[in-house]
């Protein structure tokens, strides 16, 4: 997998290899020993990849204080996820993106845990309602357990949602604090109340929701929370504008990406040094 190091780029991608030698990025054919010069269409492949992989880092990292365990390979997934997008946002101008279509409800229903699933808990669909002022989340009524789940020993369940605004225009974003309710098992099966979350919005902006569902056993010292590596459910339940035009918003945190510097003229494929190292 190819990874953001300081100014350039290294791994795999698809069939080539992305290394640095000395104070240039250089590209190697995976079944050849040559060093091959980056082309404006192969630059420009690697910078918009190099984009959606900072873009993926923020997002999951913007949620990571509810994800908690997640699956080996959920950074490689979820960087491909965002690499499609954004490859389908790139322009015919260089460094020119157009996030003006749907294409971030390609992260909706992700799940961040393939060993532990959110849908194979949670039966019920929670609405998320975006208008210039708040971001609104309904969570429908529900029957327990049939509609949510809950593993052997379990009690409780703390359903938790994350909301995160990013200004795509402006390259920087927006946390917001967690909320969430509690469910606790009976004896016999019930109905809960339908809950109603609201988070601020902003014109514009990228709104992202995570759920993730924490349960937890009680025990003589307090509830005690069960979820592990290998059970952990969460997941994006929306990725969606918000209506209006984006706005530059103060006191909002900056992402950093990698500047974009020209691409040098293609030239012939060079054959490796036997004294050059990767």
Same mark, same amino acid.
């Given at each position: ?66 994800i908690g ?27 020119? /993106? ?13 799940? /961040? ?9 949670? /039966? ?25 789940? !809950?593993?052997?020993?379990a009690r ?9 605004? /990013? ?5 920087? !974003? ?56 290998? !059970? ?22 900056e992402m ?23």
């Amino acid at each position: 997998m190819a990874y953001i190091d300081g100014k350039f780029i290294r791994g795999t991608a698809g069939a080539v290899i992305f290394k640095k030698v000395g104070k240039k990025q250089v590209v190697v054919g995976k079944s050849k020993k040559e060093f091959i010069d980056m082309t404006p269409a192969t630059y420009n492949a690697a910078y918009v990849f190099g984009r959606a992989s900072t873009l993926a880092s923020y997002i999951r990292g913007s949620a990571e204080p509810i994800i908690g365990f997640h699956d080996g390979g959920m950074i490689s997934r979820f960087t491909g996820e965002c690499n499609q997008i954004v490859q389908k946002a790139s322009t015919d101008k260089e460094g020119v /993106f157009d996030f003006r279509q749907d294409y971030f409800n390609r992260l909706n229903g992700f799940e /961040f845990n393939n060993m532990s699933p959110v849908k194979n808990y949670l /039966f019920a669909q929670p609405i998320v309602s975006l208008t210039e002022q708040n971001v609104t989340i309904d969570f429908p009524e529900i029957k327990v357990p049939k509609d949510l789940k !809950f593993p052997p020993n379990a009690r409780y369940c703390t359903v938790a949602f994350s909301v995160t605004l /990013f200004d795509l225009e402006n390259d920087q !974003f927006q946390l917001q604090d967690i909320q969430s309710f509690e469910i606790e098992i009976t004896a016999k099966s019930f109905i809960h109340p339908a809950q109603q979350l609201i988070f601020e919005s902003s014109t514009g902006s990228l709104c992202v929701v995570t759920l993730a569902l924490y349960y937890s056993e009680k025990t003589f010292a307090g509830n005690a929370v069960i979820n592990n590596k290998d !059970f952990c459910p969460s997941a994006v339940l929306k990725a969606e504008f918000c209506p209006g035009e984006q706005t530059k918003q103060e006191g909002w945190m900056e992402m950093v990406f990698n500047e974009k510097k020209k691409h040098k003229k293609a030239s012939k494929p060079k054959k490796k040094r036997d004294d050059q190292s990767s």
